[in-house]
């Protein structure tokens, strides 16, 4: 061992006092936080039968809790530490503007339920956003009340099945969804009642069009499909894709997860969408916060407009307090949450769209496609490229020849990354390609990260060959090695307890 | 600012270097080769967006709108009915702020999201304290959405194909489970105290404390479940729980809630985390991100994403529901209230919310006109009939920088539903009642 390193017990007794639980740093007496004594007088209780009697909840200092979530915090790899190439899910820069913004009191400390007259700034704000995706992506109109994609995806089925029972077609049934499409898609389906049926893409990664015509009968009731596609592909056939669908009576829903290629370059509304969601945690910069929140934007058609989650921001100059009111669509499907939707990442999607404004919109587009293939071009010598067409911002290689060769899978590959200080790209997704590995730059990266993305994956391949062993024991320098996933579903141990830890 | 040669700030390379790299990409010669895919006579359409903003102009726009806004803080506020105005500790925006934890992804990825990781579990943790239930998960979109799942989750259990709802539960609760429960045909019953349960009931829904601010006699609902093969769901207020018994107290099966009190700005509504926590024996019947405990190849301990099989991405059409998100950040946030809180704080905080709400609720009952309605024991909310429309009484209060109650005059005349929290001072409170006698003299 090198003399300049902390011998291994105490290298061990570091990592145990970070990742000790509250609950076993809770000592009886410790303060966290002060709160005011009661300023009013003293009260009748509640009869005790209503009353709990213990509280186990931690006590710790204020101190020791910041040190102990500083010191997880670093534990994790972070779109401002790292760069994320991971596919379909945009992982952009987050720009610090948009945050303060968002934590402006007059935006973040105002309830709900407040007096409309008392709120016309948040509205403001709501229905300029409206209107801003609506022009972006060619809709009528816009609903931001889904809390996640997910949601705007349930929102988009609900709005498709009340269509089509208001105009007498209950035999509609059927949602098509191409093998290409984001994953969400069929469970999203399935929970707005529809049956599923998967359609496949051809050779060239387009949907396959005799496939699609075979499935299409009078129980249609729409197609749900992502442009471009998770393989990174526009379907070049997308305009007659619409007709088919629509002259068969069908709603032609759009899955906006990589609205970030289309930005400025065209508008699916032009194309013949008559639904699209978007993800404004993904295209429009709202932090992923480890998970969420998120947020979910859904444009229609004119034709639809009537139908979208409630509530939805009216504006209309009546020379009162009032020019902007929350109102419910006609044939609303109704609400998706409690409130008006998540309005913190609302606010940053605004920002964001008002920093580039007409002029800028189109750069994220252009940025985000030069540098996938960029990517595309100087790693296709070294990993399989299944479908050789140019990509838009994003492009799948495979790992089956390393696969083949010696075992070594995606997986592998993408933990390796990790020592390289990269976020592993996508893995396993879309489906259709073997031993995926889903890469998707972003347009915030610069040529120089990429520049050293590309190298460190062509050293990777020769590792894959060389030193394989490398490869399979990867990560080497994280928190914690590889973990042990099948015991954690086995023994599902979800919650501190007293004894166990 | 210049807008005619805007570059983006987000955008690092110069097209300088963008020629270059074209230069690199087989078979493009031009930017517009590589959109050759997109159909032509659609391409680079008009956008009708703004002009770009530099930081300061568009600081100080959003700025004077944020100032449209009544902002509480600015205005007493006595509104609650689901989102509360709670004292948020300066750790909570502190820690939630850390790009670490802002900027990073779902945690799929273990070994380098170990931060987050184990951050969830000690939010499931004290979910599970502060509810006493056995289980639960990582957050859920919102309250409401929440329940919306739990009915669902009652439906997979018992094979039953209908829900009882008590009609004190939340009204916009209620919307959101019409939404999500049309598509697969299962029925809404909105029951009171004295309707019987129909067969093929899958559970009883109720809110605790209810959404008019009073105690459900919660035995007679458990026993009703009971007696009915149903399971019984609550909805809690998270605060109320320094005070009032835990549902796993009384035999819940699955308990689901609004977070945001926990530490988490009122917003306009949203981001916020819904709780959702169980019995043990439905873990595989749980939507949500869950996060095990588990240990690495070298034997230490270390935590993952688990029972992701239940899961949309893995289960496709066979999930337990489509939700990709624990809205981890907002978890994050009411992970750390509850640590700086802890055992007493909560406590303190629960019963200065009490005190305040008993201490108006005696006043106003004393002022001519106006009562408050006794529906039972109440925890911080409760309903007062005003002796004119309450519309008109929050706009003569506004006047007078009061942010007042909520407006549920379609369910009981004049009908005000008013909210106590720690934030509202004795002399707020005082300064509402005096406010209260004037519009009276005025009326």
């Known amino acids: 061992m090198n003399s300049n390193q902390i011998t291994n017990e105490h290298h061990i007794k570091k990592q145990n006092l970070i990742r000790k639980l509250l609950m076993d740093r809770s000592q009886p007496g410790k303060v966290g936080a002060h709160t005011p004594e009661s300023d009013v007088p003293k009260q009748q209780t509640l009869p005790n039968k209503y009353l709990r009697e213990e509280l186990p909840l931690p006590e710790v200092s204020e101190n020791e809790i910041v040190r102990y979530f500083s010191q997880l915090s670093q534990f994790n790899f972070s779109i401002d530490h790292n760069f994320y190439p991971l596919g379909s899910c945009t992982m952009k820069y987050n720009p610090k503007i948009n945050d303060e913004i968002a934590s402006l009191p007059g935006l973040s400390e105002i309830h709900p339920l407040q007096p409309e007259e008392s709120i016309q700034g948040a509205l403001k704000i709501i229905f300029e956003l409206q209107g801003f995706l609506a022009e972006i992506t060619g809709f009528h109109s816009t609903s931001l009340a889904p809390m996640a994609g997910a949601e705007a995806e349930l929102a988009g089925m609900l709005i498709t099945r009340s269509f089509h029972k208001n105009n007498g077609n209950d035999h509609k049934t059927k949602i098509l969804i191409t093998d290409s499409a984001h994953g969400t898609n069929p469970a999203s389906a399935v929970m707005a009642g529809f049956d599923v049926i998967s359609i496949p893409s051809d050779q060239n990664g387009n949907t396959d069009l005799e496939a699609l015509k075979a499935a299409i009968n009078d129980d249609l009731a729409g197609l749900m499909i992502t442009q471009p596609s998770t393989l990174g592909l526009f379907d070049t056939n997308i305009i007659e894709i619409c007709k088919m669908v629509k002259d068969a009576g069908g709603v032609l829903y759009g899955d906006g997860a990589n609205l970030n290629a289309l930005l400025g370059r065209i508008k699916p509304g032009d194309l013949g969408f008559d639904i699209l969601h978007s993800n404004l945690h993904k295209t429009f910069t709202q932090p992923h916060g480890g998970g969420g929140p998120g947020a979910g934007a859904i444009m229609v058609s004119e034709k639809l407009s009537q139908y979208l989650p409630s509530p939805i921001v009216k504006y209309e100059k009546n020379n009162s307090q009032n020019d902007y009111s929350l109102i419910s669509p006609e044939h609303s499907i109704g609400k998706m949450g409690g409130f008006h939707g998540n309005f913190g990442a609302l606010v940053r999607a605004y920002s964001y769209i008002k920093t580039l404004g007409k002029q800028g919109i189109n750069q994220i587009s252009q940025d985000a496609v030069i540098n996938a293939n960029y990517i595309k071009s100087h790693l296709e010598e070294y990993y399989d490229l299944p479908i050789k067409r140019k990509c838009m911002h994003e492009v799948v290689f495979s790992a089956s020849n390393f696969k083949k060769l010696n075992g070594i899978r995606a997986l592998d590959i993408a933990k390796r990354l990790i020592d390289y200080g990269i976020h592993p790209p996508t893995m396993y997704f879309p489906l259709i390609i073997d031993e995926a590995l889903m890469i998707e730059p972003t347009e915030t990266e610069s040529k120089e990260t990429l520049d050293y993305f590309i190298s460190s994956m062509i050293k990777i391949s020769e590792e894959a060959k060389n030193d394989p062993e490398i490869l399979r024991n990867a990560p080497h320098n994280t928190p914690n090695s590889r973990l042990d996933e099948a015991l954690a579903a086995r023994k599902p141990n979800l919650r501190w307890e007293k004894e166990s830890n | ?443």
């Open chain 2, 1 to 443: 600012m210049d807008t005619k040669n805007f570059i983006s700030r987000y955008t690092p390379n110069t097209s300088l270097q963008k020629n270059e790299m074209l230069k690199d990409i087989a078979g493009v010669s031009s930017l517009e080769d590589l959109f050759s895919d997109l159909p032509s006579h659609l391409i680079n359409p008009k956008l009708n967006l703004p002009n770009a903003l530099s930081e300061l102009e568009l600081r100080n726009e959003i700025e004077s709108t944020s100032k449209l806004n009544d902002t509480p803080g600015e205005f007493s506020s006595f509104l609650g009915a689901g989102s509360y105005r709670q004292f948020i500790p300066s750790i909570v925006r502190q820690i939630t702020s850390r790009s670490e934890f802002m900027t990073s992804y779902t945690p799929y990825q273990p070994e380098i999201s170990q931060g987050t990781l184990q951050a969830h579990y000690e939010f499931q943790s004290m979910i599970c304290q502060l509810t006493n239930m056995e289980i639960a998960n990582s957050g859920m979109y919102d309250g409401a959405s929440s329940m919306a799942e739990a009915a669902l989750m009652a439906v997979r259990i018992t094979k039953k194909n209908r829900i009882s709802v008590l009609k004190t539960v939340s009204q916009s609760y209620i919307e959101v489970l019409q939404t999500f429960l049309e598509a697969p045909e299962i029925k809404i019953d909105i029951i009171d105290n004295s309707t019987s349960l129909k067969p093929d009931t899958a559970c009883i829904i109720l809110q605790q404390p209810n959404f008019l601010g009073n105690l459900e006699d919660i035995e007679k609902f458990s026993n009703l479940a009971k007696e009915n093969d149903s399971l019984l769901v609550v909805s809690v207020d998270p605060i109320s729980l320094g005070m009032i018994k835990p549902p796993g107290d009384y035999g819940a099966d699955i308990v689901v809630g609004e977070g945001q009190s926990l530490g988490i700005a009122t917003t306009f509504g949203g981001p916020y985390v819904g709780i959702f926590a169980c019995k043990q024996k439905f873990i595989r019947q749980m939507p949500g991100r869950i996060v095990g405990q588990t240990i690495d190849t070298e034997g230490k301990t270390g935590y993952v994403l688990t029972m992701q099989t239940r899961e949309q991405h893995i289960r496709r059409e066979k999930a337990t529901s489509n939700i990709c998100t624990s809205v981890g950040l907002i978890a994050l946030g009411a992970t750390v209230y509850l640590a700086a809180l802890g055992k007493s704080g909560l406590k303190q905080i629960a019963n200065l919310c009490y005190e305040k709400a008993h201490y108006a609720a005696n006043l106003i009952n004393s002022i001519p006109g106006y009562n408050v309605v006794d529906n039972g024991l109440f925890f911080r909310e409760f309903v007062i009939k005003c002796p004119i429309p309450p519309k008109e009484v929050n706009k003569l209060l506004i006047k007078n920088k009061i942010i007042g109650g909520l407006d549920v005059s379609s369910e009981i005349e004049n009908g005000m539903l008013i909210c106590f929290t720690e934030m509202n001072s004795k002399k707020e409170i005082d300064n509402l009642i005096d406010s209260l006698k004037n519009i009276q003299a005025t009326k």
